[in-house]
């Protein structure tokens, strides 16, 4: 007998192609800190009756109580992961098996059933842990050499899409447009809008108006119209657009390491954020979430470290990076002139 929720039960039997019965099925445990407070996630192993095989299985579900929906747009977050999970991923896949001649870029969890009905809804996702992938502590400062991995990755990553809509302009468009940008509607809700207006004016406190006044003013300005400048900045409409992984800090990461603590793989989590923009956000969301002053002051760097791995990809695909994505075009779109 399972000892998961129905919900969960009938889910899973989707992911194993109504094969149920010839597994048992048993539940690890459940998150314990709701990051984002848009859903939980049961750990579950399923064990076959006649073998050795063990699937494990993470059942990511949206919370349900009305008093969350009504403040949050928990179902547009999970139909949005979902599309990004069943309708452009496997896109990108395949366009990878048509035009690699190599392994490809494999940065993305499996997943193997999702369900897009009203308060019920869910994926199945890979459990990345047995396979030793884990969660950076959010609190510790991320290291230099997991940035110079995040930002090659993240080119390799972005460079799927710049191909793609090279080569095959109209299905690229088709598919991508299916992703919603669900960050000026998000950030527009009480009591996301009240949060981050709190965040600025206690940055502002933080600041000395004998020694920073030129700061305070600068930022003044910004801060008095936070909701406004992000809205605007999250709808680059350019020619330079990709799809984005859309909330990439470290939280949304897993990293796996060898037996020498060197990091050496990584996988993107959680794309409930996905949709069209400029790589910048992609990167200057990660890095400002997660850096100290040291890497600020390392950008230029990693920015070339990025292009560079982006260039090398597009190689593989047989664009050239020069006439896709210009080194320039980064550099004068982070700065704000296109």
Wanted: aromatic share 12%.
């Amino acid at each position: 007998m399972s000892e998961v929720p129905h919900s969960v039960y009938q889910i899973l039997n989707e992911a194993v192609h109504d094969d149920i019965n010839n597994y048992t099925i048993k539940e690890h445990e459940k998150n314990k800190n709701r990051e984002g407070n848009t859903g939980d996630m049961c750990f579950v192993s399923l064990k076959n009756k006649h073998g050795d095989e063990v699937l494990r299985y993470v059942v990511k579900q949206a919370l349900s109580m009305e008093s969350i929906r009504i403040t949050h747009p928990i179902r547009d977050y999970f139909l949005n992961e979902i599309t990004f999970y069943t309708a452009v991923w496997p896109h990108f896949q395949n366009f990878q098996n048509e035009k690699l001649s190599g392994e490809p870029i494999n940065l993305i969890p499996k997943c193997f059933a999702t369900s897009s009905e009203d308060r019920n809804e869910k994926l199945v996702l890979e459990n990345l842990k047995f396979q030793h992938f884990q969660i950076h502590n959010k609190i510790t400062p991320l290291s230099n050499e997991q940035i110079e991995f995040i930002f090659k990755q993240y080119g390799r990553f972005h460079a799927i899409s710049f191909a793609y809509k090279l080569i095959n302009p109209k299905e690229y468009s088709e598919i991508s447009n299916k992703l919603q940008n669900l960050w000026p509607s998000g950030v527009n809700m009480e009591p996301v809008k009240g949060w981050m207006e709190n965040i600025h004016d206690i940055c502002l406190e933080f600041l000395d108006p004998d020694e920073e006044n030129a700061v305070i003013e600068k930022f003044r300005s910004y801060a008095e119209n936070v909701v406004a400048v992000f809205t605007e900045k999250s709808q680059y409409k350019g020619c330079y657009s990709v799809v984005l992984h859309g909330d990439c800090w470290s939280n949304n990461m897993m990293f796996k390491y060898d037996e020498s603590n060197q990091l050496k793989d990584m996988r993107l989590i959680d794309f409930q954020f996905a949709n069209v923009g400029t790589p910048v956000l992609d990167l200057s969301y990660f890095l400002y979430s997660g850096a100290t002053k040291q890497e600020l002051d390392d950008l230029d760097r990693y920015l070339r470290l990025y292009h560079i791995s982006l260039t090398e990809t597009l190689k593989r695909f047989g664009c050239d990076s020069e006439n896709v994505y210009p080194f320039d075009a980064l550099k004068k779109r982070l700065e704000g002139v296109l």
